[in-house]
């Protein structure tokens, strides 16, 4: 077995994503939350106004793994930090450093891009995957919740600010 070699996504590589996104979902038991499609993914990690990223693991040549990060920003330390979205490895390929291979990865991107922090989120069932984790030195955030605004409460919320034209503490939005 070769080491796993990784190595930054690229357009033709969104059938394979796809295919792990769905094989997530699936392990998550939220494959009926899955709505992209091929043409998005290549749209919207290789496009030109592509804001996340995406990262294949390869042992022999073979796509066993893949990570899509992002940046976000930490306030109290004045710099950026990276927020993985997903990581996912299928069964078949786990155990093999495939998974610990992306995290080295994105933590030497953190490293060289001056980064604060790499963090992520992860079910609280996901036993196997908080161990994995855990080994390698991270710690959960347990004080901290996280919070979603999605669907049609997005698009509620986002039209409440023009229909009162004002939101308290906030200049007047023109469209």
Not at 32 to 50: K, Q, R, W
Not at 98 to 125: P, Y
């Amino acid at each position: 077995m070769t080491t796993p070699a990784v190595r930054e996504a690229r357009p033709e590589d969104s059938a394979s994503i796809l295919h792990f996104i769905n094989e997530l979902a699936v392990y998550e038991k939220l494959a009926h939350e899955v709505e992209t499609s091929e043409a998005m993914i290549e749209a919207t990690l290789f496009g030109p106004d592509a804001k996340a990223f995406c990262l294949i693991c390869e042992i022999d040549d073979e796509a066993v793994g893949f990570a899509i990060y992002f940046y976000n920003y930490s306030t109290w330390l004045g710099k950026y930090g990276i927020y993985l979205e997903d990581l996912y490895v299928p069964p078949e390929h786990r155990g093999k450093g495939a998974g610990k291979a992306l995290l080295i990865h994105i933590a030497s991107i953190a490293i060289q891009n001056n980064c604060g922090r790499f963090e992520w989120s992860v079910l609280d069932w996901n036993t196997p995957s908080i161990e994995f984790y855990k080994a390698l030195g991270a710690r959960e955030m347990s004080d901290w919740h996280m919070y979603r605004v999605d669907g049609e409460a997005l698009q509620k919320l986002a039209d409440k600010e023009y229909k009162d034209k004002r939101i308290k503490g906030y200049k007047d939005i023109r469209i």
